[in-house]
T-cell receptor, first 111, second 116 residues
């Protein structure tokens, strides 16, 4: 079974600055997928970015990028040029047959 | 595309009654649907995996006789909370995995259940 650890319960960042959210995971599988999801107050889960474990190149999606260190089982999310709309809960997740989530990081972007 | 709906979005029921929550994939067929439970300020906890036409697989600690899951078609899965108790009050979220999309997950908007 997979486990996911997010060690930062809360983070804050000034608007337009950069912030990095940490995530480590554990899995015995070799083929898996990693995700970052955003959950705003509406509670709708929104996919932020996805990384296939077999790909060495770090995924990027506009202002969002990841630092994927497979050997260290680390998958951090970097948000550049933070915007007020980025304020939300962020969940790291690993998928292999099913999805397991970390405890989440509450990010607040301050004006 | 890839929209998942849940109905109802919010339900209040009395202790001892049963309530059914529907999860529908609106524009794709889903071989597998997942049900999660989320308590306030906590993460999503997987309750069960539902495959069309077969019995659901429940996570350890989830009572299968209490949380009945039926996946009767490729676009609909239902979760029935039987003999509801106040401690069953929670936010229930489903996700759907489309045909051919091994790791793709599309989440429903969730259902808030309050048991009085």
């Amino acid at each position: 079974a997979q486990t996911v650890t997010q060690s930062q319960p809360e983070m804050s960042v000034q608007e337009a600055e950069t912030v990095t959210l940490s995530c480590t995971y554990d899995t015995s599988e070799n083929n898996y997928y990693l995700f970052w999801y955003k959950q705003p107050p509406s509670r709708q889960m929104i996919l932020v970015i996805r990384q296939e474990a077999y790909k060495q190149q770090n995924a990027t999606e506009n202002r969002f990028s990841v630092n994927f260190q497979k050997a260290a089982k680390s998958f951090s999310l970097k948000i550049s040029d933070s915007q007020l709309g980025d304020t939300a809960m962020y969940f790291c997740a690993v998928f292999n047959n099913d999805m397991r989530f970390g405890a989440g990081t509450r990010l607040t972007v301050k004006p | 595309g890839a929209v998942v709906s849940q109905h109802p979005s919010w339900v209040i029921c009395k202790s001892g009654t049963s309530v059914k929550i529907e999860c529908r994939s609106l524009d794709f067929q889903a071989t597998t649907m997942f049900w999660y439970r989320q308590f306030p300020k906590q993460s999503l906890m997987l309750m069960a995996t539902s495959n069309e036409g077969s019995k659901a697989t429940y996570e350890q600690g989830v009572e299968k006789d209490k949380f009945l899951i039926n996946h009767a078609s490729l676009t609909l899965s239902t979760l029935t909370v039987t003999s509801a108790h106040p401690e069953d009050s929670s936010f229930y979220i489903c996700s759907a995995n489309p045909l051919g999309g091994y790791y793709e997950q599309y989440f429903g908007p969730g259902t808030r259940l309050t048991v009085t």
